[in-house]
């Protein structure tokens, strides 16, 4: 067992979001920790998984990066640095244990812990814990920065204020024009209740169009932010900091987290599905559970999934069912959530290192 404080390596890929969320579980940790940035090209990705199968020495010079001395845990996300992971594992003589976020794309016995999201539809394993929402959140300090620039920016329009964040398109959604307007009447409604008015900003996956048609469709004092990518300031921390209710799209499961963690009211708004996210994700299991072949289908994506050779398709709809059935999205939520996580990955430390390979039984997925 670790006696002294763990010291975790985050191996990070440069994408915001996800790169956020292994700061975050770093910081509720509360313990100290590096970050290394991580360039993997898949064909360095095929290489790192194959030798590390194969028990190969891999990239020598990524691995020193990482140790030695070598971390009590690497905390990666995404599939591109599990190959790297393992062999920093390998090389510790298994003292370094693996902290895979969100899904790993790889069998689910290769990470020592799993920490995933309704949208993934992970097997229930020994070592895999089911989380409602990702662990992303807004810095306090960041809120209150932004709500000191943009007070005075907003000081005209009366208050309170509902802030309505922008998503956007994805590959499984689509933000169009209708869509807007429905939002546009909603965010009128929510802020009229208060006797206040609107701030909205959008986001890089914001279409023109749906900004444009959201901020026409507005009945009550607005203001409105469309995105750009050479704006000095976002409006986003400052606009939640404002905010006395906040909207938000649905098709983001990170920025659903990251409002509730705010404490304040918030209201999701899904957007339509794309038609073939639809088939996917609603349609095709209702023909399959008509033709009484839920169950098997169900147990063989699990075996498959479980094997790392099929990646269920994202659907973001299991997030709001997994919200609503935990009481609605509240801030308790989310804390239960970063609790969970925590206590499962120090279980995973605590535990006997002869004890704990790939497929340790010591922690347990959380109800």
Not at 316 to 326: N, Y
Request: net charge positive.
């Amino acid at each position: 067992m670790t006696q002294q404080t763990p010291h975790a390596v985050l191996l990070q890929e440069g994408r915001r979001g996800d790169d956020a969320q292994l700061q975050a579980l770093a910081d509720a940790l509360g313990w100290p920790h590096t970050r290394v940035r991580v360039r993997r090209s898949l064909v360095r990705v095929a290489l790192d998984r194959l030798t590390a199968s194969l028990g190969l020495p891999g990239d020598r010079e990524a691995v020193a990066r990482v140790g030695p001395p070598w971390p009590d845990a690497v905390f990666v996300i995404g599939g591109r640095s599990i190959g790297l992971a393992r062999h920093v594992r390998r090389r510790s003589g298994g003292r370094t244990r693996i902290v895979a976020l969100g899904r790993p794309w790889a069998p689910l016995d290769q990470p020592d812990l799993v920490i995933t999201t309704p949208q993934y539809k992970l097997p229930a394993d020994a070592n895999v814990v089911h989380n409602h929402l990702p662990l992303n959140t807004l810095d306090p300090a960041r809120l209150a920065a932004g709500a000191a620039a943009w007070r005075p920016r907003v000081a005209d329009l009366p208050g309170p204020c509902v802030t309505v964040l922008l998503g956007g398109n994805s590959s499984t959604h689509v933000f169009d024009a209708a869509t807007a307007r429905r939002l546009a009447a909603l965010a009128s409604e929510r802020a009229g209740e208060l006797g206040g008015s609107v701030l909205a900003c959008g986001s890089p996956r914001t279409p023109a169009a749906a900004v444009e048609a959201f901020a026409a469709a507005l009945t009550v004092p607005n203001r409105v932010i469309p995105w750009r990518p050479d704006a000095a300031d976002n409006p986003l921390a400052g606009f939640v900091a404002l905010g006395e209710r906040l909207l938000v799209t649905g098709e983001s499961a990170s920025m659903v987290a990251e409002t509730l963690r705010t404490g304040k009211p918030v209201e999701t708004v899904e957007l339509p599905l794309r038609r073939r996210a639809a088939v996917v994700t609603k349609h095709l299991p209702h023909v399959i559970e008509r033709l009484g072949l839920g169950r098997p289908c169900a147990g063989l994506s699990a075996a498959l999934t479980r094997r790392g050779l099929w990646v269920p398709p994202r659907d973001l709809g299991r997030v709001h069912e997994a919200l609503a059935a935990a009481g609605g999205p509240t801030a308790e939520v989310p804390a239960e959530d970063v609790a969970r996580a925590c206590a499962a990955v120090r279980a995973l430390i605590a535990a006997p290192r002869e004890a704990a390979g790939p497929a340790d039984a010591s922690v347990r997925p959380a109800a």
